[in-house]
């Protein structure tokens, strides 16, 4: 089977799907697979769509009517975050292997969706976050699993991403709660692009080699600048069924970009990694240090693992159990603030050219900064703009999302 290629289709081919295409067309061996089929119904933001037409590689507006003509091995979907489940649990549905990109799903439900498909129908999936393939964070796990750094105490990160408003028109979900027909999209900053970083933390935490750590509370404060309907900035503490105190720290309301960093504690060692020296580090009390190399380094390493997923049936590093601890903690710090707050209008500035205007909050990165170096959210801070949001309770979390807006149960 290892020496047959592996047939395979995308779900998306603009957007982060054009990563995937590149991938294959410029950095894969072409007798590992067979392209037989792409799926998106705005092919045309695709620059590679006249070369897919050339090579005679059909173009499909929707899953459906590509498995009307094919059987295929794997399916690499990366589709608008709404489309996870159904996206995934169609390709499942007919016998192909999936490599889904991050986040999992909207909300746990989806996520135990894809998650019953995939053992109803006997396929694997892998979720794709980057990180997760790589030697550094893998051989950084193991090392935690052998004792080296003793019990996990608490692990903080934070993003600061600057996104203009091209990001949030570039289509109709971005920065949504819910899309135009409905869905659960919770499109954010930590369930988008600083989605990595988070999950990273639990992943890391995770008791196995192929599993996450749960989340069994949250408490989240969610701030917005921006014009949209979700939050472009989060606080959150977490805390893991091993009582680890996870903290994580982003916002898309900045001027200038900074991180990923982040500062795992741990009994024996602090590990540690900034963007600007990209490489995870443990320093260990006796003085000693230990580097694990860039966790980008091979960044296609999803895709390479993929083939392999479909051709000999290799286990993902990442699967949907693993990749849900995310998904717990997102629909939970959606629950802990469901009014999102306001930064104050004298703090909002917007600058840049009309089309790629940016709204940031003056003084935001410093208050955010300061609150990641002391594992403090912002209303523990007393900073003025802040709010206090609920715990959530994860324990016995089935359902996003358990508690209304008014903070009563919900059964939506
Ligand atoms: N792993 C990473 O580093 C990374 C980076 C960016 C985005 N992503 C993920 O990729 C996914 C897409 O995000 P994006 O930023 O590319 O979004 P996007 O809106 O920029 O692009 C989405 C693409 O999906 C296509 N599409 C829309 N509806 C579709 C449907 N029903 N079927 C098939 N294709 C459809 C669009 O035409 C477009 O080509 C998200 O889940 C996001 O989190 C991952």
Redesign the pocket.
Known sequence: MKDQPVHLAL???????LIYLNGLLDKTDPSRFVLDGV????PE??PRLAELQSRSIPVYP?LEEFYRHHQTDLVLV????Q??AP?TVTCLAHGSHVLC???LGATVQDAQTIIDAMHQHGRLVAV?Y?WSYNQAVLQLKRDFHAGLFGAAKKLKTIVLWPRDEKYFN??NWAGKIKDQIGRWVLDSPAN??A??YLHNMFFVLGETMKSSARPISVQAELYRANRIENHDTIALRCLTEGHVEVLFYATHAVKENYGPVFSYEFEKARVTYALEDPVIRARFQDGSVKEYGDPDAVYLQKLYDALDMAAIGLEPACGPEAARSQTYCINGAQESMPEIGEFPKMLVTVSGEEGSRLTWVQGLDRILQNCYEKALLPSERCIPWSKKGLEIDLRNYTHFPQRSREGQSAAD
Do not use: F, L, M, T
């Open positions: 779900v998306a081919i603009g957007g982060y799907g799926v998106d119904p705005w933001n695709c929707s990366s589709s608008p975050i489309n996870h996206d990109e991050k986040p794709g980057q570039r289509n988008n692009a989605a990595h």
